[in-house]
């Protein structure tokens, strides 16, 4: 009985549409070995998918990884800590983005410009100390421009003072799991024992491109601000892959004599977001160079594959032992895309875990299985099944209610 029930859900599976899966699993012939269940595919961990670097390139540390599935495509010294200059302002713009979410900011507060924001170096929007700008624009600021005054600003706004704002980027980078960084301030300027790395710059880059927010700021190339006393600052966005690379639509730059120069930047083709880090290079145009490269590389090697949504049922029914029906209805209960080599879907194996049948009662959204994951005989992730509906014990107590029910509705 197993074997008929368990293994078209392997081929009805490998037959899934690429989106919008609605059709039933089949679940009606022989089976296939279960495989031990496998861990959840990670958020941004394990090997890339090429043991060989496909690429040289001339920076200190790089990855790229496509954020939907989090796998890793490529990475070189990825996990070696290092300063990144202005990309630091990744998690300063992530936490901007998260307040305002949380609404304990608008972007129409107003934002009053102290002393310590003023006399910011580097990269500014040029600050009156007592100037009133809009989070807004600092925000715009600080993604376009890069501004070290504008992140000063929001920075108190948001926590009071730069050095608690670095305590509260701190914790949030321990949060999304970044092992390698510890942040002294806001900005990245120069700071003894402040670094991260670049895998941990991919972290924190995606969690900010997961905001639409942020979009309608990184895709600006060219504006000014109005300093309200007939001065104005033109902004020019310090990411020029915008224009020089077809899909890119935001990412961070910076630049050091420590750091050298980096960048974390995304690009979108086809359906498909890659990002790529390159930290360390010896020059801006190197820095976009390596980037455009790994880009290359990822969107004419790589695609997409959904292998399974939530909530698909499953052609046919689990038999159940002692209960009000003798059967069970069952849906997938995870959601799974892989990103994969061009060409290579049929590498991808599904392995069916059933049991031959189910004992009563039964509760809606019940684990009673699993189909596994496997690539290159490697499981990579375990997708539940589930039950769909509810099987109430078959017996004396329940068979009384009913028709204790039954009676009672008569009159």
Not at 111 to 128: E, H, I, K, N
Not at 135 to 154: E, P
Request: with cysteine; charged share 20%; proline share 6%.
């Amino acid at each position: 009985m197993r074997t008929r029930l368990v293994s078209l859900l392997l081929i009805a599976l490998l037959l899934l549409p690429a989106r919008g899966m609605g059709a039933e699993l089949d679940l009606n012939a022989p089976a296939a070995s279960p495989e031990p269940s496998a861990e959840p595919l990670p958020e941004l961990s394990g090997e890339p998918l090429l043991e060989s670097p496909p690429m040289t390139l001339n920076c200190a540390s790089a990855l790229l990884l496509e954020p939907e599935s989090g796998q890793v495509i490529f990475e070189l010294n990825a996990d070696a800590p290092r300063p990144v200059a202005s990309v630091t302002k990744v998690m300063t713009i992530l936490l901007t983005l998260e307040a305002i979410d949380a609404g304990r900011i608008t972007l129409d507060d107003v934002v009053t410009t102290s002393p310590d924001a003023a006399g910011m170096g580097g990269s500014q929007v040029l600050l009156d100390v007592g100037e009133r700008q809009s989070v807004s624009l600092l925000l715009k600021s600080m993604i376009v421009g890069s501004a070290n005054d504008a992140a000063v600003a929001l920075a108190e706004t948001l926590y009071g003072s730069e050095e608690l704002c670095a305590a509260q980027m701190n914790a949030r980078a321990e949060a999304l799991g970044m092992t390698s960084t510890h942040f002294v301030n806001c900005t990245g300027l120069p700071a003894e024992g402040q670094h991260t790395s670049a895998r941990d710059v991919a972290i924190m880059s995606m969690a900010m491109f997961s905001h639409p927010l942020y979009f309608q700021y990184s895709r600006i190339w060219l504006d000014e601000v109005d300093h309200g006393d007939g001065r104005t600052t033109q902004l020019t966005n310090t990411n020029k892959l915008i224009r020089l690379y077809t899909g890119c639509d935001g990412g961070k730059t910076g630049s050091t004599d420590e750091a050298g120069y980096c960048i974390s930047a995304t690009a979108e083709r086809g359906g498909m977001r890659l990002i790529a880090v390159v930290l360390g290079a010896p020059s801006g145009a190197e820095r976009f160079e390596a980037a455009k490269e790994m880009f290359d590389y990822g969107f004419a090697n790589y695609r997409l594959y959904p292998v399974a949504q939530r909530g698909t049922p499953i052609r046919g029914r689990l038999p159940v032992v002692g209960g009000e029906s003798d059967s069970l209805a069952l849906e997938l209960d995870g959601d799974l895309t892989l990103l994969i080599l061009k060409g290579s879907e049929q590498d991808i194996r599904l392995s069916p875990n059933l049991p031959e049948s189910v004992e009563a009662p039964i509760e809606p959204g019940e684990r009673i299985g699993s189909v596994n994951v496997v690539v290159e005989g490697k499981n990579v992730a375990a997708i539940p099944i589930v039950a769909s509906e509810a099987i109430g014990a078959k017996g004396l107590f329940p068979g009384l209610c009913r028709f204790w029910q039954n009676w009672i509705f008569q009159f």
